[in-house]
């Protein structure tokens, strides 16, 4: 839906809509956070059938954890890194450790 609305907002002119540009852009960056292959997100469950389709379910369930525990290891350093540049943003920083949480919270649910 984020993409859907990224598009819409980039396909109407942006003259009559103030601010068109930043919900865009805060669309699509959204769109790109969900897509990303970490269990809980929308990407990591596609992955996650994905490899169901070639491989046994234990299998699956070590890959996709492996590749969300590296991932949120880099969100939450990048969220250290803005936190650091800017002195106030602890946004990412938040959403790191939500994913680190939850995938260190509930190891077996898949």
């Known amino acids: 839906m984020n993409l859907v609305l990224s598009a819409i907002f980039i396909l ?5 809509i103030k601010g068109a540009d930043y919900f865009i852009y805060c669309n699509f960056a959204f769109f790109v956070l969900n897509m990303l292959p970490v269990i809980p997100l929308d ?8 490899l169901l389709l070639k ?10 954890k492996t ?7 880099v ?14 943003n602890v ?6 450790m939500y994913l680190f949480l939850y995938i260190f919270t509930s190891l077996d649910s898949f």
């Open 12 to 16: 109407m002119s942006e003259s009559f």
């Open 67 to 73: 590749i969300s525990c590296i991932l949120t290891a």
């Open 43 to 50: 990407g990591g469950r596609i992955l996650y059938f994905v």
């Open 55 to 64: 491989f046994k379910l234990r299998t699956c369930s070590v890959v996709i």
């Open 75 to 88: 969100i939450i350093v990048l969220g250290f890194y803005i936190y650091y540049t800017t002195g106030y």
């Open 91 to 96: 946004s990412v920083l938040l959403i790191g």
